[in-house]
């Protein structure tokens, strides 16, 4: 009975282990690496002698510190193999040095040396590595004698664009080799303060791409927030009850979308600009964030849009909290440039002073093209997923270790520079180069940067302004867009519904959050411009649509009542919110600038209403009739806005905000 219980005992370890290979999560501790063959296995194969010592010559190099116990559950050569479990585990000190730390609570540096003068961790790792060797062929050898089927190809070690059915990458997706870690058996915890520390270690040596998904997931907080479910919500809230036939305008945080630099397919990228809208809506606190859309676009490598939109939202609100990921206003950003300066400084100071030397007084502005981008198109595509593993787990404060990284492992082209231009060439030409993502992760952990350190260096720039963000202000004119996507309940016969956005994203932010409604139309109302100014009145604002015959569909944004338009005939009125706007062929708004001595605005006459007049015409006019004329316009900065100087319209919409 003692036998038969044992033996049933084992069977459902059995069981369990295979469920927990299906699953993806074995139990916690185990590692790959076969040490002894399991009793059946000895009954119908015999050990050959070489690989027996060979076994027996990998276990006595591990270190005495390190004991290995061999488990040797029963089971069948055909679906699983033994496993051992190292009784040691490395940990990470408060400094930032790996120890090795055994059953009993021993520590041991991991630089110390053994008496063949190798240390700890590299002896330990070539004695696992030797045992998973000597595993491989003791598996191939007991098939052979018992002929069994071979085991099914193991998709870890060569990763392909199909090897998860999750996410949206393309066919020119790069297969790369993953990292030799055995990640197959690692158990991945669902709490985030477990999956951080147990699994700092691994990360660091890189995630394979069939499970970025549930680690990402798992050290970012993800599962624990519940925010997987909020998706459905927010999507009603930014889009109604229709799913948009694509999104025209979209909130990017100050940064691009650089669909060029990613591999997504083209529902990949129209997910990327649904999440930006929903983000946008969710979050209009975010100020300033450029980091956001390159962030989405990986995340979208290996997740659908429902997934990809819970983890970022996850992000930022960690962020709000402790800027954990990311700084969310340009006051943050450039505390976070200058304090990388200052980290170039104390920690390079040979390439600071080369740098200096050369006529660059700061690395604020190439740092921040690094960070807004989160390095994607300057670093090959699989070192920047690198990179993103472990921004993952430990937050932004990793990208200084990894700007740092970059500058050191540039340095043999960077102290042949002369100028800025030789220098500014060598970091571009140089980042391509950076193909090894293990030699820059390793690198950027080498450097000694205690948490204490930099944080004295970030409050020391608290409140200072950024070079780099003043010079780049002007090129990024959405950072501060309030995004709302506009609910059409009557629909436009000019302009499809999904082309709202686009006009909207025109209006001053206190009129972007309404809803459009329409006022007049002439296939209604008739060509008559007595009753369009009729039937807006007192109504503020207001938006005429223009379509020709030749399709082209463009108008005007008027930010004062008609009635004062009306009283005050033969003089100009209006302010610089007044603004004209094309949407077809060319989507532009042509808007007063406050350097523009021209205030010619808007003005009415006995029959006709003229935005922009000039003795030369009108940026754009309509008569009594609604024909219309369009001429460049210096108020505006306007060009002519139709096929020809004077037109008729097919059709006048004017429309409303409320």
């Known amino acids: 009975m003692g036998n038969k219980g044992e033996q049933h005992a084992g069977q459902q370890r059995l069981v369990q282990q295979q469920q927990q290979q299906v699953s993806g999560r074995p139990r916690p501790g185990s590692v790959v690496a076969v040490v002894s063959p399991t009793p059946q296995h000895k009954a119908s194969a015999a050990a050959p002698p070489m690989l027996a010592a060979a076994l027996a010559a990998a276990l006595a190099t591990v270190p005495a510190a390190v004991a290995l116990e061999a488990t040797t559950p029963s089971i069948t050569p055909a679906t699983a193999t033994p496993v051992a ?26 630089e110390a040396s053994t008496p063949g003068g190798q240390s700890l961790l590299e002896s330990t790792t070539a004695a696992v590595g ?20 071979p085991p099914p190809p193991d998709d870890t070690e060569m990763d392909t664009p199909w090897v998860s059915q999750r996410g949206y990458r393309n066919t020119t997706f790069p297969s790369f080799r993953s990292n030799s870690v055995p990640w197959t058996n690692v158990y991945i915890p669902t709490t985030c303060y477990e999956a951080h520390h147990k699994l700092m270690f691994l990360i660091r040596r890189g995630v394979p791409n069939a499970l970025r998904f549930e680690v990402w997931l798992s050290v970012s907080g993800c599962f624990e927030s519940h925010s997987l479910g909020a998706y459905t919500s927010a999507f009603s809230n930014t889009f109604g009850k229709s799913v948009p036939r694509t999104v025209h305008v979209f909130p990017m945080f100050g940064g691009s979308l650089q669909e060029q630099c990613h591999y997504l397919t083209v529902e990949g ?10 983000i946008g809506t969710e979050n209009p606190d975010v100020e300033y964030c450029p980091m956001i859309p390159d962030i989405l676009l990986l995340l979208l490598t290996y997740m659908d849009e429902a997934e990809a939109y819970a983890l970022l ?19 943050q950003a450039a505390q976070f440039y200058l304090t990388f300066n200052d980290l170039v400084k104390t920690k390079l100071s040979n390439v600071y002073r080369h740098m200096q030397e050369v006529g660059v007084t700061s690395m604020e502005e190439f740092a921040s093209s690094w960070f807004k981008t989160f390095f994607v198109g300057f670093l090959p595509y699989k070192t920047a997923l690198r990179v993103m593993d472990v921004f993952m787990n430990e937050g932004i404060k990793v990208l200084y270790r990894v700007g740092l990284a970059i500058l050191y492992l540039l340095w043999p082209y960077l ?21 090894d993502g293990e030699k820059l992760i390793k690198t950027a952990f080498s450097f000694r940067l205690r948490d204490s350190e930099r944080m004295q260096l970030e ?15 002007s090129d990024l004119p959405d950072a501060t867009m309030v995004y709302y996507r506009p609910k059409i309940e009557t629909s436009s016969t000019i302009i499809q519904d999904d082309e709202f956005e686009l006009i909207w994203s025109f209006l001053p932010n206190n009129y972007a959050i309404m809803d459009p409604v329409r006022l ?27 379509r020709t015959p030749a399709k082209h569909v463009f108008g005007a944004f008027i930010s004062v009542p008609w009635t004062d338009i009306v009283a005050n005939k033969g003089r100009f009125v209006g302010d610089g919110y007044c603004f004209l706007w094309s949407l077809h062929p060319q989507v532009s708004k042509y808007g007063w600038q406050p350097t523009n001595e021209d205030k010619y605005f808007v003005i009415f006459r006995d029959h006709s209403v003229a935005f922009g007049l000039h003795a030369h015409g009108a940026g754009l006019m309509l008569d009594d009739e609604l024909n219309g004329h369009s ?16 037109f008729p319209c097919t059709c006048v919409e004017v429309w409303t905000c409320q």
């Open 459 to 473: 409050m020391a720039n608290y409140g200072k302004k950024s070079a780099a963000l003043a010079t780049s202000a």
């Open 313 to 331: 939202s996850t992000l930022l609100a960690r962020s709000k909290q402790d800027h954990y990921y990311f700084n969310l206003n340009r006051a």
């Open 130 to 149: 030797g045992l998973m060797e000597m595993a491989t062929k003791w598996a191939e050898y007991v098939r052979l004698a018992t002929g069994a089927e």
């Open 415 to 435: 102290k042949t520079t002369v100028d800025p231009a030789s220098w500014s060439e060598a970091i571009i030409a140089g980042g391509v180069s950076l193909l």
């Open 520 to 546: 007049y139309t002439s296939e209604r109302e008739g060509f008559s411009l007595a009753t369009l100014i009729h039937k807006c009145e007192d109504i503020t604002p207001t938006i005429i649509f223009i």
């Open 269 to 278: 990228v129209e997910a990327a600009k649904r999440i930006l809208c929903m």
């Open 631 to 646: 001429y460049p316009s210096p108020t505006y900065n306007s060009p002519a806005l139709a096929e020809a100087p004077e």
């Open 85 to 110: 479990t190292p009784s040691t585990t490395l940990r990470q000190s408060e400094k930032d040095d790996w120890v090795l730390v055994t059953n009993d609570g021993t520590h041991f540096p991991a």
